[in-house]
C-alpha cells in the first residue's frame, strides 16, 4: 500500500474591516424619552392631551361668559347690569307741541276697558288733571267729553311689542317678531329697526292725532333689556325714539318714556314725561329724578299685593294702608315730585293715592271696584 500525503491547506484568507458608513445628517443619541418604557410614554401622552383638552374648555368657558357679561350675543338682555355706553343727548325737536305736562300733575291711567265718558251732569272720578287711557278701545268722543272737563288725555299703544287681538295685528311679520314677553302669552317683542313695525306705529301715532290725544305713551321700548331673541340694543330704542319724535312733533303730541333708565340721559331732550312702573320695587327711583330735575312729570305706578284690601275696599286707609303708603310714597325711596298711584295689575278703574285717598273710575262692563 503506498502512502498518499495529505493535500496542503489553502493559504488562510486575509479580512478587511468593513467601510465607516457615511455620517447621518442627524444626530444619533438616546434622549430621555428614547430611554422610556412603552407603557411609561403612553401615560405621558395620554397626561398630556387631558391637560391641553382641560385648557381648551377653559379659555371656550371664560369667552362664553365674557360675550355674555358684555350683552355681545343678539336679544340676551343680561340681567339689567350691565350699563350702555353714555351716549350725547339728542337735539330737541325743532318745535314743541301746545301741551306739555308739569311736574306733579295728578292722573289716572286705565288700560283694561274704555272708560264710561263723563257727561255734563255725571261726576268725573277721579278729578285729576291727566288721563291715560287705551288708544285702540277710546272713541274720539270720550277724548272730546274729557277735554270738555279741561283734562288732558295720553293714548297708550304698545310700541316695542306684537299684541293679539289689536286691529293692526295682522299687518305684522313673523319675522318682524321675537320671543314672548313674560308673563304676558300671546305677546312678543319686535325689531324696532324693521320698516314694517315703524310703518305701523307712524299709523299709530296719525290715528292718536285722528282722535284728539294731547300725547301718546308708548310701552315696551326696552326690549334690549330683555330676552327678546332679536338684535336690540340700547342703539335700537333711541333710535326708534328718535323716529316716533319725528312723527308727533308735527301732530302736536307729547312723547313720553315708558320706564328704559338707561337710556334717560340719552333721550331726555326729545321726551316730555315718563311712565315709570314699579321703581320703588326695583330701586331705581332715583333715575328717573332726572326727568324732575328737568322739569318734566314722572307718572309713577307701583303694583303693592293686596293693595286694595291694605286700603281698606277704597275707604281709606286699611290696617296695612299706612306701611303701603311710606314705602311707595316715601320720599327716602327717590320719589320726590312723582305723581304717583297705587294700582292693581290688571289696570281697572281702581286707583289709590299718596294721600290715602281710593278712587274707582266707571268702566264699560264694570267699574273694577
Same mark, same amino acid.
Request: contains cysteine; charged residues 20%; proline residues 11%.
Given at each position: ?17 468593513? #467601510? ?20 411609561? %410614554? ?45 351716549? #350725547? ?62 283734562? %288732558? ?217
Amino acid at each position: 500500500m503506498s502512502y498518499t500525503p495529505p493535500a496542503p491547506s489553502p493559504p488562510p484568507k486575509t479580512s478587511f474591516p468593513p #467601510p465607516p458608513s457615511p455620517p447621518s445628517p442627524w444626530p444619533r443619541h438616546q434622549n430621555r424619552w428614547t430611554r422610556l418604557p412603552r407603557r411609561k %410614554k403612553l401615560y405621558l401622552l395620554a397626561a398630556a392631551l387631558t391637560a391641553l383638552l382641560a385648557l381648551a374648555l377653559g379659555l371656550g368657558l371664560g369667552l362664553s361668559i365674557g360675550r355674555r357679561h358684555h350683552g355681545s350675543d343678539p336679544g340676551d338682555g343680561g340681567d339689567g347690569d350691565d350699563k350702555p355706553p353714555l351716549q #350725547p343727548p339728542l337735539p330737541p325737536p325743532s318745535s314743541q307741541p301746545p301741551w306739555t305736562p308739569h311736574v306733579g300733575d295728578s292722573w289716572q291711567i286705565v288700560l283694561l276697558n274704555p272708560i264710561v265718558p263723563p257727561s255734563n251732569t255725571s261726576k268725573l272720578t277721579p278729578d285729576v288733571d291727566v288721563y291715560d287711557l287705551d288708544l285702540f278701545t277710546t272713541p274720539a268722543s270720550t277724548i272730546s267729553s274729557l277735554h270738555a272737563r279741561g283734562k %288732558k288725555v295720553l293714548c297708550y299703544f304698545s310700541g316695542g311689542s306684537y299684541e293679539p287681538g289689536r286691529p293692526d295685528s295682522g299687518e305684522f311679520r313673523e319675522e318682524d317678531m321675537g320671543r314672548e314677553l313674560e308673563g304676558w302669552p300671546g305677546e312678543r317683542w319686535l325689531d324696532l329697526g324693521s320698516e314694517n313695525v315703524r310703518r305701523i306705529m307712524r299709523e299709530r301715532v296719525e290715528l292718536a292725532g285722528e282722535k284728539g290725544c294731547d300725547g301718546v305713551d308708548v310701552d315696551n321700548v326696552d326690549g334690549y333689556d330683555n330676552n327678546s331673541l332679536l338684535p336690540l340694543t340700547p342703539t335700537s330704542s333711541i333710535s326708534f325714539l328718535s323716529y316716533l319724535s319725528s312723527l308727533t312733533t308735527p301732530l302736536n303730541l307729547t312723547l313720553g318714556l315708558k320706564n328704559a333708565a338707561s337710556i334717560i340721559p340719552t333721550v331726555l331732550p326729545i321726551i316730555h314725561f315718563s311712565v315709570n312702573e314699579q321703581c320703588v320695587d326695583e330701586h331705581e327711583c332715583d333715575l328717573f329724578q332726572q326727568f324732575v330735575e328737568a322739569g318734566k312729570p314722572v307718572f309713577h305706578i307701583e303694583y303693592p299685593k293686596d293693595v286694595e284690601s291694605k286700603m281698606n275696599g277704597g275707604k281709606g286707609k286699611g290696617e296695612d294702608g299706612g306701611a303701603v303708603l311710606e314705602k311707595y310714597c316715601g320720599e327716602r325711596n327717590g320719589v320726590k315730585g312723582f305723581s304717583t298711584v297705587l294700582k292693581r295689575m290688571d289696570l281697572d278703574g281702581w286707583v289709590g293715592y299718596c294721600d290715602g285717598k281710593v278712587e274707582v273710575t266707571g268702566m264699560e262692563g264694570g267699574s273694577g271696584s
